[in-house]
Nanobody, 134 residues
Framework: QVHLVESGGGSVQAGGSLRLSCAPSKYTASVASMAWFRQAPGQEREGVATIDSDGSTGYADSVKGRFTISQDNAKNTLYLQMNSLKPEDTAMYYC????????????????????????????WGQGTQVTVSS
């Protein structure tokens, strides 16, 4: 079992920035990729960004150019840098890990990247709240 702990959420005004962090308890053969998802009240959970062990990334259209996913292997930590935040970014943000399918998805930054379907990720954190006010 892989435990994920998120941190870095909070409240910010529109146009501001936040950086989320996620620390897995361990890396196993069950984890090849990690991702960030979010869920606003009354909305379905949506994929925000994903990163593979080789550094391949993918982003939802709604955050491209504003959010950056990265991982620090030395610190065993996943990050989501969120800039130019908008009120519609308000949601609970979740870190996820697993062995999702990799392919030529429309959300890929390059040619290939991991899936952004929540059903492809086995391990989830408890979430951290991000609130953006106008």
């Amino acid at each position: 079992q892989v435990h994920l702990v998120e941190s870095g959420g909070g409240s910010v005004q529109a146009g501001g920035s936040l950086r989320l962090s996620c620390a897995p308890s361990k890396y196993t053969a069950s984890v090849a990729s990690m991702a960030w998802f979010r869920q606003a009240p009354g909305q379905e959970r949506e994929g925000v960004a994903t990163i593979d062990s080789d550094g391949s990334t993918g982003y939802a259209d709604s955050v491209k150019g504003r959010f950056t996913i990265s991982q620090d292997n030395a610190k065993n930590t996943l990050y989501l840098q969120m800039n130019s935040l908008k009120p519609e970014d308000t949601a609970m943000y979740y870190c996820a890990a697993g062995r999702p399918a990799t392919g030529t998805f429309t959300h890929c930054s390059g040619v290939y990247c991991p899936s952004l379907s929540e059903y492809d990720y086995n391990f989830w954190g408890q979430g951290t709240q991000v609130t953006v006010s106008s």
